[in-house]
């Protein structure tokens, strides 16, 4: 989840002026990443050889 803190850092390492949809845009990429963080934490994640073996399954 979001902090008003990590949502303060990003708007202060923004251009002096930029337009809504770019601060929208960093907005959902910050919040993409704590969401990612969050289920790395809970060990929702895919092991690299399990991902190789599936993709790998794709191609035969």
């Known amino acids: 989840m979001l902090t008003k803190e990590k949502v303060r ?3 202060n390492h ?3 002026t930029f337009s809504i949809d770019d601060l929208v845009e960093k907005v959902i990429l910050l919040q993409k990443i ?4 969050q ?3 809970n060990g929702e ?3 690299w050889d399990d991902v190789k073996k599936e993709m ?3 191609f035969k």
């Open 14 to 16: 923004m251009p002096d």
């Open 39 to 41: 289920q790395i934490k």
């Open 34 to 37: 704590e969401q990612a963080k």
């Open 45 to 47: 994640f895919y092991e």
């Open 9 to 11: 850092e990003l708007v």
């Open 56 to 58: 790998d399954s794709w």
